[in-house]
Structure formats: structure tokens, C-alpha cells
Nanobody, 122 residues
Framework: QVQLVESGGGVVQTGGSLRLSCAAS????????MGWFRQAPGKEREFVAA????????YYTNSVKGRFIISRDNAKNTVYLQMNSLKPEDTAVYYC???????????????WGQGTQVTVSS
């Protein structure tokens, strides 16, 4: 069982940066592919980024490539999402997810955080 707690959301102007953190409890954290999803008002939840269990592989949705960086520190049981050059369309609630399945599709696992709001003002 893994519990996830996100932090780091807030309000930022267009072009600004934020770093989200996801702290995990449970000894199995380091085995899981971890990721971030987001959900904007009136839209479905969508995949943003994922990182393999060892941190060696990263995956991104096209709209954030070159702007967002996902990383993890297994010693701290934490996964990060560095968000740069933020745009108003990045405004959403961001959710941390554990035990993802990476293939042609990026499928969420069973473990979700409570979400953190990111608002980018124009």
C-alpha cells in the first residue's frame, strides 16, 4: 500500500515556474513507475509525465515536452515535477500517481494523491 501527498502548487504568471513534490509512504515506492496527471475544469484527467522505478526513463505528453521535468529520489520516497515556461493552459489540479503502466498508452496505477492546484495567470 502506498499513500501519496502532493505539495507545491500555487498561482504563477505566464512564463513562470513551479516545482511539485509528491511524498510517498510505504516501502514499495521504489518499485513503482510514478507519474503525474492533471485535470482542468470541465475536462478529463490526462497524463502529464512519468518516471521509471530507477529514474532512468522519463515520459511526457507532447504539450509539456521541453518545459516540464520529472524526477525522483527513492531515498526520500519523493517524485518531483519541475514546471517551467508555464502557460495558462497548464492550469489544472495536478495528481501524483503510483504504479503506472507504460506502453503505447500511459495508464495510471491504483495509487492517487489528493491533488494540488496549479493556476497560471495571463
Amino acid at each position: 500500500q502506498v499513500q501519496l501527498v502532493e505539495s507545491g502548487g500555487g498561482v504563477v504568471q505566464t512564463g513562470g515556474s513551479l516545482r511539485l513534490s509528491c511524498a510517498a509512504s510505504g516501502r514499495t515506492f521504489s518499485r513503482y513507475t510514478m507519474g503525474w496527471f492533471r485535470q482542468a475544469p470541465g475536462k478529463e484527467r490526462e497524463f502529464v509525465a512519468a518516471v521509471s522505478w530507477d529514474g532512468d526513463s522519463q515520459y511526457y505528453t507532447n504539450s509539456v515536452k521541453g518545459r516540464f521535468i520529472i524526477s525522483r529520489d527513492n531515498a526520500k520516497n519523493t517524485v518531483y515535477l519541475q514546471m517551467n515556461s508555464l502557460k495558462p493552459e497548464d492550469t489544472a489540479v495536478y495528481y501524483c500517481n503510483g504504479d503506472m503502466t507504460i506502453g503505447i498508452r500511459k495508464l495510471p496505477g491504483d495509487y492517487w494523491g489528493q491533488g494540488t492546484q496549479v493556476t497560471v495567470s495571463s
